[in-house]
């Protein structure tokens, strides 16, 4: 069973330019989650999705950062606009609640590097 | 709103000797308490969890926890280390159900010694 999917895995943008990071959830998991982790510091929550759903966008920056997680496909984590502070590790975990998996389980993240 | 305390952030230990690494939280309801491992570069792997019965819980790689309500702590401890078990561990918190972020520590840095 594959696990969760990231892609890609390193990005490298200009200021003012979009960035557009990828998930894909572990198979069977409809469940998806997107945090960050900036340099030296911890993981920070920032939004969760369900098919086609945002469920939760509490941490998320009020502008230029969406999340979608469509019916068919990848969930997407798009920043448009990049500045130098976006500069960062992405995860996306996802969990199997339908069955009772209240864990979850993370991808091995992008990396984005802001120029 | 939980918030998670790991004390230490860096923690050496000598190859084979036992290790404690500390956490506590914060919360106003019940919740769901978990380990994390990150090695340098890639995602984090899940440990172990709490989520309900034993307070004593095992995990992968010979680590296990120990759930304190009275103390709002949830400590993970490993009898002997190996050097692979360098790495960073997050211990982290959600509130008690499905479907709930995950808030992190801030991390805690075990370097394994020869």
């Known amino acids: 069973n594959a696990g969760v999917m990231q892609n890609p895995r390193h990005l490298v943008r200009r200021r003012g330019q979009e960035a557009r990071l990828r998930c894909s959830p572990m198979k069977g998991h409809s469940h998806v989650y997107w945090y960050r982790q900036l340099p030296e510091e911890g993981l920070k929550f920032m939004v969760y999705l369900q098919k086609e759903n945002i469920i939760d966008e509490s941490g998320m920056p009020k502008e230029r950062f969406s999340a979608e997680f469509p019916k068919e496909g990848p969930s997407i984590l798009r920043i448009q606009q990049v500045v130098r502070g976006d500069s960062a590790a992405y995860f996306c975990a996802s969990s199997d609640l339908e069955r009772g998996g209240y864990e979850q389980y993370f991808g091995p993240g992008t990396r984005l590097t802001v120029t | 709103a939980q918030s998670v305390t790991q004390l230490d952030s860096q923690v050496p230990v000598f190859e084979e000797a036992p290790v404690e690494l500390r956490c506590n939280y914060s919360s106003s309801v019940s919740v769901y308490l978990f380990w994390y491992v990150q090695y340098p570069n890639q995602g984090l792997q899940l440990l172990l969890k709490y989520l309900s019965g034993s307070t004593l819980v095992k995990g992968i790689n010979g680590f296990e926890a120990e759930f304190n309500k009275s103390q709002t702590s949830f400590h993970l401890r490993k009898p002997s280390v190996h050097i692979s078990d360098t790495a960073e561990y997050f211990c982290?918190?959600?509130?008690?159900?499905?479907?709930?972020?995950?808030?992190f520590g801030t991390g805690t840095q075990l370097k394994v010694e020869l």
């Open positions: 982290a918190v959600s509130r008690a159900g499905g479907g709930n972020k995950l808030t």
